[in-house]
């Protein structure tokens, strides 16, 4: 069974920098799907932020283009998500999974961007 692992996270000042990893524990498919974050901030639903695909084509929800970048190493089953210039609206709880047929979620990696 799969398991979605996800690190990276912590506290950081507006305008800041912070890069997110999710190793697909157990996956022998990794290099077969595309993958997405996620993220879900309090009292709101989960959002797609970025995904991958397999053949590395990438897109980003508009709000963190120019932001975000998201990467991939399939020999090590893992997708990284770099942010930059965080801002305080890039508080959540951030999750990776595969973009088609999705495994169980992982606890996620909370991000707080605070001053």
């Known amino acids: 069974q799969v398991q979605l692992v996800e690190s990276g996270g912590g506290l950081v000042q507006p305008g800041g920098s912070l890069r997110l990893s999710c190793v697909a524990s157990g996956s022998t498919t990794f290099s077969m799907y595309g993958m997405a974050w996620y993220r879900q901030a309090p009292g709101k639903q989960r959002e797609w932020v970025a995904v991958i695909t397999s053949g590395g084509h990438t897109n980003y929800v508009d709000a963190v283009k120019g932001r975000f970048t998201i990467s991939r190493d399939n020999t090590k089953k893992t997708v990284y998500l770099q942010m930059n210039s965080l801002k305080p609206e890039d508080t959540a709880v951030y999750y990776c999974?595969?973009?088609?047929?999705?495994?169980?979620w992982g606890q996620g990696t909370q991000v707080t961007v605070s001053s």
């Open positions: 999974n595969r973009i088609t047929s999705p495994h169980d």
